[in-house]
């Protein structure tokens, strides 16, 4: 979001073949609902033109960019790790802890905030994901999918605020309508 610390998911874990329209998924949400850029490991990074399209289409800014080494690139990650999983704290116990780390809030003399890397996985995440992060965080501690978990956990994140959040050059606009379809040029 403008002129906040980076918010940033990394998606580990893409099966080839099953998880083709899961990682586009991700990249198009985390675009949606406010975060700054998706970043995509190994298998995944084929996923990379999908969701850039979208961005080219209907506007920004959001990146996507790619690792092949995830585990060093959550290890050298200049802030915050959040891991999503069933298996962590909910939620709602955790958030305002999160979003306070992420302005900066709980030290009242900085200004720069701390950049933020939420990490989804697709199959089983490894033990060091939950190792290093600062805070393995439940949407519900009951099995779902990246794609909710990432939806809840941003909303949650910026309080509803992403949904307001203007997107800028766009090729293509939708109009919102009561009923029909209206999409301009911008
Ligand atoms: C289909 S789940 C895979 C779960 C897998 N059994 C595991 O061991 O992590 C894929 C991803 O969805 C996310 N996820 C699923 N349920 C969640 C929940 N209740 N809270 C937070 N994230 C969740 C996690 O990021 C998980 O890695």
Redesign the pocket.
């Known amino acids: 979001m403008q002129d906040t610390p980076e918010v940033a998911v990394l998606r580990l874990g893409h099966r080839p073949g099953r998880d083709e329209r899961m990682t586009t998924h991700v990249g198009l949400t985390a675009r949606a609902l406010g975060a700054d850029r998706v970043v995509l490991a190994g298998a995944a990074t084929d996923r990379r033109e999908s969701v850039a399209a979208v961005t080219e289409r209907f506007g920004g800014p959001f990146d996507v960019t790619t690792t092949d080494d995830p585990e060093a690139f959550l290890a050298a990650w200049p802030g915050t790790v959040v891991h999503?999983?069933?298996y962590?704290l909910p939620l709602q116990d955790v958030e305002a802890e999160i979003r306070s780390r992420w302005l900066a809030e709980e030290a009242p003399d900085s200004d720069t905030g701390t950049p933020l890397l939420a990490v989804?996985?697709?199959?089983?995440?490894a033990f060091e994901v939950y190792r290093v992060a600062d805070w393995n965080?439940?949407?519900?501690?009951?099995?779902?999918?990246?794609v909710a978990?990432l939806a809840v956990f941003l909303d949650h994140l910026f309080e509803g605020r992403e949904l307001g959040r203007e997107f800028t050059d766009a090729e293509r606009v939708v109009v919102p309508q009561a009923e029909g379809k209206r999409v301009e040029d911008a």
């Open positions: 999503l999983t069933m962590g989804v996985g697709a199959e089983k995440v965080v439940a949407v519900t501690n009951q099995p779902h999918s990246e978990s």
